[in-house]
């Protein structure tokens, strides 16, 4: 196990790659919630099962080889107790390539934004929210320019106030997505 650790390590540290510093991405992904989670999530309850579906894009700027700083606006429909609202989100992104071949990459991202619906999101919550996303993805290129990328992220929703605060159920799920990336 120490021994994958200071590999993974060593792999980090490396510079290079597929993708350089100064290279730009243009991204335009779907997502879906593939599981949302009841229970206990992180700190506190993830108490609501609202799925969600939706669309976005976004741009990536290589900070460092293989090390990409983003912004992420994407509309989602939620779906719950037979009714659907509209939920936009802003999100910063960080990713860090952990392996490059000419054939793929992975990847981390890590995310954080803010949400606001035409309604509560979660219900019994606010129409705003505060929000963490965090997961491994796989981009595949299909050209020099194109790509395709797809991930798997833990995301939660919360507006914040703590765990005690009535208004705050938080919705923690499993969002999946796949992209379109551009290199520009």
Not at 10 to 18: E, I, K, P, R
Not at 140 to 146: A, G, K, Y
Request: hydrophobic fraction near 45%; proline fraction near 3%.
């Amino acid at each position: 196990m120490r021994l994958l650790l200071l590999s993974l390590l060593a792999l980090a540290a490396c510079n290079g790659g597929v993708h350089r510093e100064g290279d730009r991405m243009f991204v335009a992904r779907g997502l879906f919630t593939a599981h949302p989670i009841k229970g206990n999530a992180i700190a506190w309850n993830g108490e609501r099962d609202n799925e969600y579906f939706g669309a976005g894009v976004g741009n990536y700027w290589f900070v460092r080889d293989r090390v990409a700083l983003g912004v992420l606006a994407s509309v989602f429909n939620v779906q719950y107790g037979g009714d659907n609202i509209l939920v936009g989100q802003v999100e910063l992104a960080h990713r860090w390539y952990l392996f490059e071949h000419e054939k793929f990459a992975y990847f981390w991202d890590s995310h954080a934004g803010f949400l606001y619906g035409e309604d509560n999101f979660p219900e019994g919550a606010t129409r705003h929210e505060a929000t963490f996303a965090f997961g491994p993805g796989m981009e595949i290129p299909l050209s020099e320019r194109n790509r395709l990328l797809a991930g798997i992220q833990f995301h939660h929703a919360s507006n914040a106030r703590g765990r005690a605060a009535d208004d705050n159920p938080s919705q923690n799920d499993l969002r999946i997505w796949l992209a379109w990336g551009f290199k520009w």
